[in-house]
């Protein structure tokens, strides 16, 4: 007997989905909800590639002018690399991870951000004994599970760089150079926001100072901020709530409180972003909103945003001295990276009316007229492709208006048509969709033909 009882008006239908039997005797099968993209997540559809094709080869070519080696690390990585590195009070990992339990009973999550991934890597393929600092770069998806709006999606996705091994101040410089020369080039006009948040040293007593000055004001922070004022304080300064950005402009600065090593590092950045043509602005209360991070401190907005409350920041980073020892890695393996959003820096893009260039047209569209012709077209199809002309075609269509139809709405300056009779004559002909001229050729100088005429 089958585990599930079927009632007696509930058959099976031929694909084997029940099919209900109503009083008008139609069959219809159960209403299924149907599958659905998921909130905060988005298909990327073909008008839309344009754009990204745009912002990811700019990356990569960046990339490889700075000197980046590429590293593709797995969406999936285990739990504590994130609560470990990113740290356990931070709205990451309390509120936003995609965490779940393996079949198998391993607690994993899919990554919020590139740099840990990268850094376990860094250490689990002893990259320690490579000259440092080693550079590497990546790009792929991220998972947050935060309240989707404009410019904030549940997966997004980044392009991320790292130069771990190294704390020379220059570093920090150089990569907010490169952030400012991608971003520049891609034709955005944007600003860098700079600020030092200290290190082990002096972090601690500057977190001191900032939790005297909001424990009496405590009473006006929002329910947010009383956590934080707590477990993150630095984060205090972070805040959106209006009233807290208030509190945050009076707040003791971190600058102010830098140990010498860290004031002498930030000094020294300043120093070569001053050579440098980046446009930066101290930032005294900029923080973020992962732990790992110490010293430099940086993100990227539009520089006509930065009136606003709430400028949206394209890519953010900093140097983050210590997490490679956190992983397990050598004690002292210093490292700084940033990462950039693509979906803002797309709709950036877009707003200033950048133009990309669209996806490329075919070469040719090839029609053909009956059944003879249709076998004979996969041999031309593959001698084309060998060649490097690309082809559209519809070759489950007969008739040759419909196909012609095709090849314009294709754009394809040229069209190949193959019938009977070119069949029998070992022929194709060539129409030019420009001026509607043909021409007969013979079949084996089809594509030395084209060659001239694409200019290929
Ligand atoms: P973060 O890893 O938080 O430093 O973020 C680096 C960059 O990723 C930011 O500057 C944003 O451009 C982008 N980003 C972060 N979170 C999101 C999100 N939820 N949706 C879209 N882009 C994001």
């Known amino acids: ?122 250490v689990e393929h002893g990259m320690m004994n490579l000259p440092q600092p080693v550079k590497l770069w990546t790009d792929g998806s991220c998972f947050r599970y935060d309240r989707p709006q404009a410019g904030r999606y549940r997966e997004f996705h980044q392009v991320d760089w790292e130069i771990i091994g190294s704390a020379h101040p220059a570093l920090d410089a150089e990569m907010i150079a490169v952030g400012t020369h991608l971003l520049t080039d891609l034709g955005l006009g944007v600003i860098a926001l700079v600020n030092s948040i200290g290190c082990g040293e002096c972090r601690p007593p500057y977190l001191a100072v900032l939790k005297d000055y909001y424990r009496t004001h405590r009473k006006r922070l929002c329910e947010d901020c009383q956590v934080r004022f707590s477990k993150n304080p630095l984060r205090l300064l972070d805040c959106k709530n209006e009233q807290c950005r ?97 979906e803002r820096v797309i709709l950036a893009v877009k707003e200033f009316g950048v133009e990309v260039s669209p996806e490329p047209k075919p070469d040719v569209f090839f029609a053909q007229i009956g059944e003879t012709a249709r076998k004979a077209s996969f041999k031309i199809f593959e001698e084309l492709r060998q060649a490097g002309i690309a082809a559209a075609a519809n070759i489950a269509k007969n008739g040759l208006s419909d ?47 084209l060659k001239k005429r694409l200019h290929h």
């Not at 000197?67 to 936003?96: A, N």
């Open 246 to 342: 208030a509190l945050g402009n009076e707040a003791p600065q971190s600058v102010d409180h830098l140990c010498d090593a860290c004031r002498e590092h930030f000094t020294k950045v300043l120093e070569y972003l001053d050579e440098s043509q980046v446009k930066y602005r101290l930032q005294p209360r900029l923080v973020r909103g992962l732990d790992y991070y110490t010293r430099t401190v940086f993100e990227f907005i539009l520089e006509r945003d930065q009136e606003e409350m709430n400028p949206s920041a394209l890519l953010s980073g900093g140097r983050y001295d210590r997490l490679i020892a956190i992983l397990g890695g050598l004690e002292s393996t210093p490292a700084v990276g940033m990462a950039m959003g693509v």
């Open 403 to 449: 196909q012609l139809s095709l090849a314009n709405k294709a754009n394809a300056r040229i069209t190949l048509i193959l019938g009977q009779k070119e069949m029998i004559d070992h022929t194709i002909i060539l129409r030019d969709m420009e001026t509607g001229s043909q021409e007969t050729i013979a079949q084996d100088k089809l594509v030395e033909i």
């Open 1 to 122: 007997m089958s585990r599930v009882m079927k009632s007696s008006s509930q058959k099976m239908s031929k694909k084997g989905r029940p099919s209900t039997t109503v009083a008008t005797g139609v069959k219809r099968r159960p209403k299924q909800k149907k599958p659905q993209l998921l909130r905060g997540m988005k298909d990327v559809l073909s008008p839309e590639q344009p754009y990204w094709e745009y912002v990811l080869e700019s990356s990569r070519q960046t990339s490889r002018a700075y000197g980046y080696d590429r590293i593709d690390t797995p969406i999936v990585e285990e739990l504590q690399l994130f609560t470990r590195s990113i740290g356990g009070t931070t709205d990451i990992v309390e509120k936003e991870m995609y965490a779940f339990e393996t079949k198998g009973g391993d607690l994993v999550a899919l990554r919020p951000e590139m740099t840990a991934g990268i850094c376990r890597a860094y």
